[in-house]
């Protein structure tokens, strides 16, 4: 039964968490005039990568399972994913004004 409530606490985690962030993460791309509908899925996967770092070092250890296999993630592998994490929410921007013209002094100009 404590896996079945740890299961469910991991879903609700990741998608109310992983909704609010992303929300956020869309709003972002949008004012600046990232192409979210061709990239936006970069940001969400950079969101859940986060939210899995946030989980495996901390949330885990405040639930209801108690059995094996309850391990933080080493820091070497914590740094690469928040690292790919960063990498995936800059990707956006810099593939937006690649392959349409963004201009940051445009956006600056036109605020």
Known sequence: MRVLLELMR??????IAGSIFSVIVHGIYSSIGVDTGQYGWLGRVATFLLLFVWYRNKL??????AGKGKERLSKTASRILIICSLLLFSAPPILSMLTHGFTI???IYSN
């Open 10 to 15: 991991i879903i609700l985690i990741f998608g």
């Open 60 to 65: 885990q250890f405040s639930g209801w399972y």
């Open 105 to 107: 002094i445009g956006f």
